[in-house]
């Protein structure tokens, strides 16, 4: 009788939370993680500001007042314009491409044991390891040996070199959690490969996809030592702020990079919300 009822109390302590060094809370490691944090947003906050400073000289730098003149005229710089639209026009094929490519990469190497398994890692890993300056000047010398003009085209295809190991090592990592019973399952109740791969793999691969494209699709815009070895005649966004910055960095450069970051957000914050409604 006695053992019968002392166990649910000791249950109850089990389970109640207990108190002490766990439950207090640590201020030194939420402070820690503020300036962290703040150290990462402050150059953006900078940026953010200075878009809507009442600059009258080249050099933005100096604080001189609030205007919107720079976000009415965005487009005043036809040189400006046309390397944004380059840069934007490369990231999103880049990000089509480099999914396209890198998808089934990482669903073989998530899903099957073969030989050369281990190589193809290794090879993966090494892309991503690999200095930029090495793989751009290793494409520029592919290129000349080729006798490949360079320019946009060769922009392209460097950019989608870099970019595939990217979404290949994501799709995988997104393989780790997939039950390979779910398509069994699927195909035992009369679905073929093709649809248990529709309707089961592909949903559940579907957020490390998108999460991979969107990380090729920051990686190409903002990429400046590739692009520079490769793009001959082509001048991308960030080429054309290299250049710039020896004169002056004009107030719509930081107006686009605005643009460019809230795009980002909304679209890293919309990829958060619908994984979270499809795990709901």
């Given at each position: 009788m006695t053992t019968h009822t002392a166990a649910p109390a000791e249950d109850t302590a089990a389970h109640r939370p207990r108190s002490g060094r766990r439950g207090r809370r640590r201020p030194t490691l939420t402070v820690c993680t503020w300036l962290v944090l703040a150290w990462l947003l402050l150059p953006i906050a900078v940026m953010v500001l200075f878009g809507f400073n009442d600059t009258h000289s080249k050099v933005n730098f100096t604080w001189q007042g609030f205007t919107l003149t720079w976000y009415r005229h965005l487009f005043a710089i036809p040189n400006l314009t046309s390397a944004l639209v380059n840069s934007l026009t490369i990231a999103l094929v880049v990000a089509v491409a480099a999914t396209l490519l890198g998808t089934p990469i990482g669903l073989a190497l998530g899903?099957?044991?073969?030989?050369?398994?281990?190589?193809?890692?290794?090879?993966?890993?090494?892309?991503?390891?690999?200095?930029?300056?090495?793989?751009?000047?290793?494409?520029?010398?592919?290129?000349?040996?080729?006798?490949?003009?360079?320019?946009?085209?060769?922009v392209l295809i460097a950019h989608v070199?870099?970019?595939?190991?990217?979404?290949?090592?994501?799709?995988?990592?997104?393989?780790?959690?997939?039950?390979?019973?779910?398509?069994?399952?699927?195909?035992?109740?009369?679905?073929?490969?093709?649809?248990?791969?529709?309707?089961?793999?592909?949903?559940?691969?579907?957020?490390?996809?998108?999460?991979?494209?969107?990380?090729?699709?920051?990686l190409s815009i903002d990429d400046y030592v590739v692009t520079s070895f490769n793009?001959?005649?082509?001048?991308?966004?960030?080429?054309?702020?290299?250049?710039?910055?020896?004169?002056?960095?004009?107030?719509?450069?930081?107006?686009?990079?605005?643009?460019?970051?809230?795009?980002?957000?909304?679209?890293?914050?919309?990829n958060v919300l619908f994984a979270r409604r499809r795990a709901a």
């Open positions: 899903r099957h044991r073969f030989r050369g398994r281990g190589s193809v890692d290794l090879l993966l890993f090494a892309a991503i390891a690999a200095p930029e300056i090495a793989l751009g000047a290793a494409l520029l010398s592919l290129f000349i040996v080729l006798g490949v003009p360079r320019g946009y085209a060769t070199a870099f970019c595939i190991p990217y979404v290949a090592i994501t799709v995988r990592a997104r393989m780790a959690g997939h039950d390979p019973t779910l398509e069994e399952a699927a195909r035992d109740l009369g679905a073929g490969p093709w649809t248990a791969f529709r309707l089961v793999t592909l949903p559940m691969l579907l957020p490390g996809v998108v999460s991979g494209a969107l990380l090729c699709f920051a793009a001959g005649r082509t001048v991308t966004f960030p080429l054309w702020v290299y250049s710039a910055s020896r004169t002056g960095v004009p107030p719509q450069v930081n107006v686009m990079g605005t643009l460019i970051f809230a795009g980002g957000l909304i679209i890293a914050g919309a």
